[in-house]
C-alpha cells in the first residue's frame, strides 16, 4: 500500500512538477499509472527516470498518433484495420463538400474523451458551427460518415501488443445516446468477440503497446467492425470486466510486482452490466426507478468505496439541480 496522499491531482501544468518528483521520490512506487489522458500527455513532461514508472510507458515516436486520433486512424487504415470513411475538416468549403456527401455526419476533435469532442450532426449548420467549435483546439477536426450499427467497446491488458486480458462488448445504454459514455454493457459472443480482439491486437501490436488501453468500434450495415477512438488507459467502465470474469486488475498487479500477467483470461459472453455509479447519478433520461438498478452491479465486497461513490453521486446530483445564489449583504 502506498502513504496516504501518495497521489497528485489534475490540472496538470506544462511544466516539470518539482512536487511530483519529491513524491515519487518519497514513495519510490514500483508503478505510476494515470488515470487520465491529460495526466499520461503531463508525464511525458516529467524527467525519464519517473516515466519509465508509467504504465503504459509510451514510447515518444508514438506519443503523436496519441495527441491527435486522425492520425492514429489513419496509420491503421495501413494496418489493414477498417475505419469510417471520413475527411479532414480545415476551412468551411471542406465543411460543405463533407455536407454535400451527404448527412448526417460525425465531427470529431482529434483529442476527445467521452462526448466531448465529438458531436453528430444532422443539418449543415450543425456541421459548420461544430468545426468551429472544435478547430480552435490544437488537433485535428475531421467528418466522419455515420453508421447506423450499434457501438462496441473492446479493452483489455496488453504486453508488447498481446492481449492477456481481454475483454468486448456492445456498448447497450449511452448517454448522450451515440456519441457519450457507456452506462450499460454486454458482453460479446462470437463471431464478435474474436473479430475485436484481433483487430485490437493489430493495433496494440503495431504501438507495442504494454498496459492497459481499450477501443471503440462501430458495427456498420454491412456487419464489418470499424475503429474509431483509442484510449490509451483503464477506461471508466472497466468494472464490467469484473462482471465477465476477465482478470484484468489481477493482470495489472502481478505485472507491476513480477512482470508476468498471469494465465490468460476473456469475458465471458451474455454478460450484461451497468456502470456504477454513472447509470445511478449521471445525467440521462431513465427514469429514477430504472437507475437504481445499477446499485446490484456496485462493488458491495468494497462498502466504503459504495458508499463514497454515492454520496460523491449525490452532492453532484444536489449541486445540478440547486442554482448557485450569491451570498446577500446583510441589512444595515
Not at 511530483?20 to 489522458?37: G, K
Not at 450499427?149 to 491488458?157: F, H, I, Q, S, V
Request: hydrophobic content about 40%.
Amino acid at each position: 500500500m502506498y502513504p496516504y496522499r501518495s497521489y497528485a491531482k489534475e490540472p496538470f501544468q506544462d511544466q516539470r512538477s518539482d512536487s511530483f518528483a519529491a513524491l515519487v521520490e518519497r514513495v519510490d512506487p514500483a508503478c505510476i499509472i494515470p488515470c487520465s489522458e491529460q495526466a499520461l500527455h503531463w508525464m511525458w513532461k516529467q524527467p525519464a527516470h519517473i516515466q519509465e514508472r508509467s504504465l503504459p510507458n509510451v514510447a515518444p515516436a508514438i506519443r503523436p498518433l496519441l495527441l491527435d486520433r486522425a492520425l492514429l486512424l489513419g496509420e491503421a487504415v495501413g494496418w489493414q484495420v477498417a475505419t469510417p470513411t471520413s475527411m479532414r475538416l480545415n476551412s468551411h468549403d471542406d465543411c460543405r463538400a463533407g455536407i454535400a456527401a451527404g448527412l448526417p455526419l460525425m465531427v470529431k476533435s482529434g483529442q476527445s474523451v467521452g462526448s466531448t469532442g465529438v458531436a453528430l450532426c444532422h443539418t449543415a449548420d450543425e456541421v459548420i458551427s461544430t468545426f468551429d467549435k472544435f478547430s480552435g483546439r490544437a488537433a485535428s477536426v475531421t467528418a466522419q460518415r455515420y453508421y447506423v450499427g450499434p457501438t462496441y467497446l473492446a479493452g483489455g491488458l496488453f504486453v508488447h501488443g498481446e492481449a492477456v486480458h481481454f475483454y468486448a462488448g456492445q456498448k447497450t445504454v449511452m448517454w448522450p445516446p451515440l456519441t457519450g459514455y457507456a452506462y450499460e454493457l454486454r458482453s460479446a459472443g462470437e463471431p464478435h468477440f474474436f473479430t475485436l480482439l484481433q483487430a485490437a491486437q493489430t493495433v496494440c501490436k503495431n504501438l507495442e503497446w504494454t498496459g492497459p488501453a481499450s477501443f471503440d468500434f462501430v458495427l456498420d450495415e454491412d456487419g464489418q467492425f470499424r475503429f474509431v477512438d483509442f484510449n490509451p488507459r483503464l477506461w471508466g467502465s472497466a468494472g464490467a470486466t469484473v462482471a465477465a470474469r476477465v482478470d484484468l486488475y489481477g493482470g495489472i498487479e502481478r505485472w507491476i510486482r513480477c512482470g508476468d500477467a498471469g494465465t490468460p483470461s476473456r469475458s465471458v459472453p451474455g454478460i450484461s452490466h451497468r456502470v456504477f455509479p454513472k447509470y445511478t447519478w449521471d445525467p440521462s433520461d431513465m427514469s429514477v426507478w430504472r437507475r437504481l438498478m445499477a446499485l446490484r452491479d456496485a462493488p458491495w465486497d468494497a462498502p466504503s468505496l459504495v458508499a463514497g461513490e454515492l454520496l460523491h453521486g449525490l452532492g453532484g446530483r444536489v449541486r445540478r439541480v440547486v442554482p448557485k445564489t450569491k451570498p446577500g449583504k446583510a441589512a444595515g
